[in-house]
């Protein structure tokens, strides 16, 4: 998806992306064409001709459902934007030149065909089938009188009764042929316009001409001094049916108002194109209007005639419609029918939010951006100078590889994946310097000096108390007055008692003040459970001794003490100590067969009267469980332990 900015102003083409290369071969084109499919973004669901290309495109009044005309073979598909997808598809006779809804949704439609037939659709099929006069070459419906407008290829403008059924009286004008039309919603007037550059006027209901506006001679003066004939190729009427936009065959587009025969405002293309269709855009506050050719598409305001921006088609554009966000505003979004097999799809968000069945676009819009330039602008390829392909070592292909090494202009198209696999030989180490570039860049950034401003505290302290008189009546009243002395003010309050906190309450005096905290002589002040007036504790302070750590742990309390104790003994004690101490010895020897090691230990006579008390506690341990008896026992037999047999005995 390319976003292309011009005058300020991004749009997105959400249907082309980079060109595909003519000078490859055809099995090349489909692989890139495959690339490019996963970077389109898709709207609405099967927008694809396959063997043609889009020629017409109508939405219905209610904005729900959408119509698209294309050739090859020549058929008609009918669009349920709420679901984005194709609702029914059906193929008609020949080629459609142009087409209009007759109610506001999809279920009746009018159909005008190259071989002069009409045909009449419904939502079971087509309806009937008429044959026109003469050519016609643009068609319109007027729901007040159920008629079909024709303009042809002749001066007669044909108008067939929906409800007899029949051809009514023609319009016959001045000009040889007449090529578009429009008929005001607000009031009953159709306007004509034809090959010699006037507008024509008459009324539907009388079906009688009112007024021609010569609108060439007024828009391009020039034009009546030459030899070309220069034509009214587009019509339409703002919302309120007083002003009418005209555009030529040379590519200018002219506001009038009905009430006056010079223009408002002219609005040149610059490009001698003639104008293919004109429409109103309403949103933000904001009149615009959007002319378009077959290179693209122009918005411009309607007041001052400032170019608000500029889509170019990557193809021969045909039509275009512009769907609403809503009931009074329309969208940003454009849908046009070019001479491609999709049908283009563009995003201008300063020009209108996206409909409600796309909404999404406004939030994947700048993740999927790519920048458009000369340089990429073909799929799968990189361009590249002389000098550069020089350095890459890459003269030698140009005559051998033609499909991967292509001259273009002041420089070459190179295969991409060519480009990568060379530049790596020949500079292995530019990711590294890429890569120690840019943490030299966010050093530097992070090195940077930022000055922050301090926030404002909106809570500033006053200068002076404030003060507040509504309530000072009311507090100065007895009933309101504070009793200090009081159980129940000093029940919260236990600091501010006499004689200290919590004091015993004295049972056998009365209470001079008559009661005033409410509290009687049999009921005593509260008192905490379990509360005796005891003297209270006296706090005794220690001092940590010289080396030792307030912070250290039990273990090392433990270590420190044992260390203190043996600093304290004299060297007689310690060496005695010491001799007590059991000693190790290791001798190692070498024979044949390998290495011997010998350790020899040194028993204290600390260790040795432990073993010969451990030694006879087991001896009284296996005294105690020998059965207790008397008698005579006696036999031959073999027998467990080490003092046992097996034998009678007798207690």
Partial sequence: MHAISYNNVKHYNLTNGASLPQWVSDKKQKELSKMNEKRRVELIQHMEFENGSPTCIRMTRDRNYMWIAGEYPAQLRCYDLNEVTMKFSRHVESQIVDMCCVTDDYKKIVLLERNRFIEFHSQGGRHARIRAP??????????????????????????FDCDAGCFREAITTTADANDCLAICESHPLLAVGGENGQVEFADLRTRDRVGILDAVAMLDPESRQSDDEVGITALTFDGSGMRLLAGTSSGIVGVFDLRKQTPLLVKDHNNTLPIRRIMTHNCFDKRLIASADEKGIKIWDVNTGTTFTTIDASHELYDFVIPQAASDRDSGVILAACDTAHVNSFFVPQLGPAPPWC?????????????????????GYKYVTKQELE?????????????????????????LQLYRTTKSVMDPTEYKDWKRQKLLEKKEAEDRITVTKKKKNLLKPAKEPVEDDRFTSKMDEDRFAVDKKSEAFLKYNPHLREGGAYQKADDSGDDSDGGSSGLSDAEPAYRPKGYENKPSKKIEMFELKEGRNILETKKESHIGRKREKQEKLTLGERLA???????????????????????????????????????????????????????????????????????????
Avoid at 143 to 156: H, I
Avoid at 359 to 379: A, D, G, V
Avoid at 589 to 598: A, C, F, H, L, M
Wanted: hydrophobic content about 20%; cysteine-free; glycine content about 12%.
């Fill in 391 to 415: 350095d890459l070592h890459l003269t030698h292909l140009l005559e051998t590889r033609p499909d991967q090494i292509f001259p273009y202009m002041h420089g070459f198209y190179v295969d």
């Fill in 134 to 159: 003469k050519e016609g070459r643009a068609i319109g419906y007027d729901s007040r009188s159920a008629s079909v407008v024709v303009p042809t290829s002749s001066p007669n403008v044909y108008l």
């Fill in 359 to 379: 909404s999404y676009l406004e939030s994947i819009t700048e993740e999927l951006e790519e920048t458009m330039t000369p340089h990429n602008q073909y799929e």
């Fill in 577 to 651: 100590k010491q001799a007590q101490q059991p000693t190790v010895s290791s001798k190692i020897t070498t024979q044949e067969g390998g290495t011997i090691k010998q350790m020899s230990f040194n028993i204290t006579d600390r260790q040795k009267t432990r073993r010969s008390n451990s030694m006879a506690d087991d001896e009284d341990d296996n005294r105690k469980k020998r059965p207790k008896g008397s008698g005579k026992g006696g036999g031959k037999g073999k027998g467990k332990g080490r003092k046992g047999g097996k034998g009678k005995g007798s207690k």
